[in-house]
């Protein structure tokens, strides 16, 4: 049932590219239009909507960090992305034109379903992104996008992030559409290269041995860093949560601009630090920044693991261990960023001996609060 794989999650991480194409499935029509009136939420009331919030757990919580970048850009609506743990403790501002979408792969994590019960309780349209049809968290929900990852066993989300990923900027990119923005021309040509992505996860999978010998290589390291910017922010997040839950080791994610605020003093000489870099073709200023503080950490003893997309050489120089990944528009880099961050703590995971699709302390899904 492994399909010839030792791991589950390496099963999971390879059908990566058929996960994301079968959620985008029949979602995109001729015209290159999005068509989700599947959400059953009316055009009337998604045009009325002047607040998103986003609530979930764990790695379901990164993705919708990166749906907030999304939404903002695409639609100009304001966006929140909240710890579904934390919501329903702060009385959150909420009414009849809020969107709440609670995102979660089981369907059933207690945290994500109370924070619902509360949205709807407060008069919130809540919609739910789930990978496990007729689970309670949809079933509770006004309405619900599926995402078509098929069954994911190992504990650690891989092909469920990518899919819950996709599902969000299908989302912003529909909110777009059916709102109207200044994004108009970006919203079409994002849609159309949304439908290469599957593709593309497949380039970067296909490129992988080199990241897996570089985490044999790392195995024991008591820390690991990661670093990034703008959406590279929450993938560095999930980088680290990923080499916690599989490696036990402690990996901690920053948002490189918060560098020199405080955690630059962590680096010491040989500190592995992981660097997610945007693309220097979308928004140079990011890339520029991020380039500095690769110098900066650098200068301080790091071993730098840089992620950057193939043909960057003003980054390349500064790379200790450079991993090349496609090119994407800047919103979209998290599919194909996350991938080696998954490639990398699974290969750790498995040369400390560690049961990499059933970690010590965890479960697969979480129904107590
Ligand atoms: C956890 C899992 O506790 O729940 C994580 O170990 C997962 O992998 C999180 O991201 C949220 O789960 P779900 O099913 O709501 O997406």
């Known amino acids: 049932?492994?399909?010839?794989?030792?791991?589950?999650?390496?099963?999971?991480?390879?059908?990566?590219?058929?996960?994301?194409?079968?959620?985008?499935?029949?979602?995109?029509?001729?015209?290159?239009?999005?068509?989700?009136?599947?959400?059953?939420?009316?055009?009337?009331?998604?045009?009325?909507?002047?607040?998103?919030?986003?609530?979930?757990?764990?790695?379901?919580?990164?993705?919708?960090?990166?749906?907030?970048?999304?939404?903002?850009?695409?639609?100009?609506?304001?966006?929140?992305?909240?710890?579904?743990?934390?919501?329903?403790?702060?009385?959150?501002?909420?009414?009849?034109?809020?969107?709440?979408?609670?995102?979660?792969?089981?369907?059933?994590?207690?945290?994500?379903?109370?924070?619902?019960?509360?949205?709807?309780?407060?008069?919130?349209?809540?919609?739910?992104?789930?990978?496990?049809?007729?689970?309670?968290?949809?079933?509770?929900?006004?309405?619900?996008?599926?995402?078509?990852?098929?069954?994911?066993?190992?504990?650690?989300?891989?092909?469920?992030?990518?899919?819950?990923?996709?599902?969000?900027?299908?989302?912003?990119?529909?909110?777009?559409?059916?709102?109207?923005?200044?994004?108009?021309?970006?919203?079409q040509a994002v849609i159309r290269e949304l439908s290469e992505i599957g593709t593309q996860v497949d380039e970067v999978l296909e490129t992988m041995e080199p990241v897996r010998e570089l985490a044999r290589s790392l195995a024991e390291k008591n820390t690991v860093l990661f670093l990034g910017r703008h959406v590279g922010f929450p993938v560095a997040l999930e980088g680290a949560l990923k080499l916690k839950e599989l490696a036990y080791m402690h990996a901690e994610g920053f948002a490189a601009g918060e560098l020199k605020h405080g955690p630059i003093a962590l680096i010491e000489d040989d500190l592995p630090v992981v660097v997610v870099v945007p693309s220097p073709r979308g928004r140079s200023v990011l890339h520029d920044k991020i380039v500095s503080n690769i110098q900066e950490i650098r200068a301080r003893g790091a071993r730098t693991i840089v992620i950057a997309e193939r043909g960057d050489t003003a980054v390349a120089p500064y790379a200790d261990h450079l991993i090349e990944i496609p090119a994407t528009p800047t919103l979209l880099q998290p599919l194909v960023a996350t991938v080696p961050l998954q490639v990398f703590a699974c290969e750790l995971a498995t040369a400390r001996g560690n049961e990499v699709d059933q970690p010590r302390n965890l479960a697969k899904s979480v129904t107590v609060e």
């Open 1 to 187: 049932e492994k399909g010839g794989y030792d791991y589950f999650m390496l099963k999971e991480i390879a059908e990566q590219p058929k996960a994301v194409a079968d959620t985008l499935l029949g979602r995109i029509d001729a015209n290159g239009s999005l068509s989700l009136d599947e959400i059953r939420i009316p055009v009337s009331v998604l045009r009325e909507v002047d607040k998103v919030v986003i609530v979930a757990c764990g790695t379901a919580y990164h993705a919708g960090m990166i749906a907030k970048y999304a939404i903002e850009h695409w639609t100009r609506i304001p966006c929140e992305t909240e710890l579904a743990s934390e919501f329903r403790y702060r009385d959150p501002i909420l009414d009849s034109r809020t969107l709440v979408v609670a995102i979660s792969q089981s369907g059933e994590t207690m945290d994500t379903l109370m924070a619902l019960r509360h949205a709807r309780e407060q008069g919130a349209k809540v919609l739910a992104i789930c990978n496990t049809n007729g689970s309670t968290i949809p079933r509770e929900s006004d309405a619900v996008l599926y995402t078509h990852a098929g069954p994911e066993v190992a504990v650690a989300s891989t092909k469920a992030f990518l899919t819950q990923l996709v599902a969000c900027y299908l989302v912003a990119l529909y909110l777009g559409q059916v709102r109207g923005t200044k994004w108009g021309d970006e919203i």
